[in-house]
C-alpha cells in the first residue's frame, strides 16, 4: 500500500502510539548513513536573517526543549563537544 497521508492514524500519531513503516539504522549520533552522499558532502552555509534581532523570553520559551545536534551542539547527543562560551540569545549578529 503506498504511502499517503489519508492512511494516517493522527490520533495515534499524537499519542506515540503509531508504528513507523521504517525505522532507519543509527550507529551513533553524529551518523550520516541514511542521507545520500550528494547531500552529506555540501559545505554547510550560515543563512542569518536579514535585520539581527534578539528573542523575547517568550519566544526563548518556544525552544526550551528543542535539541539540535550541530558542531556546537550538547555533551550528552554530540560526541562529546560542547557549545562555545560566548554563546548568546541574539540571532544574526
Known amino acids: 500500500m503506498p504511502f499517503t497521508f489519508q ?4 490520533e495515534a500519531l499524537l499519542a506515540k502510539k503509531a508504528t513507523p513503516p ?16 550528494e547531500f552529506t558532502r555540501l559545505q554547510p552555509i550560515m543563512s542569518p536573517p536579514s535585520k ?3 528573542l523575547s523570553a517568550e519566544q526563548q520559551d518556544a525552544f526550551a526543549d ?3 545536534c550541530a558542531l556546537y551542539g ?8 560542547s557549545p562555545p562560551a560566548s554563546s ?5 549578529e
Open 74 to 81: 550538547r555533551r550528552s547527543s554530540c560526541g562529546g563537544r
Open 7 to 10: 492512511t494516517i492514524d493522527w
Open 22 to 37: 521504517f525505522l532507519p539504522s543509527i550507529k551513533e549520533s553524529l551518523d550520516v548513513g541514511n542521507f545520500d552522499s
Open 66 to 68: 528543542f535539541d539540535f
Open 52 to 54: 539581527p534581532f534578539v
Open 88 to 92: 548568546s540569545t541574539s540571532v544574526g
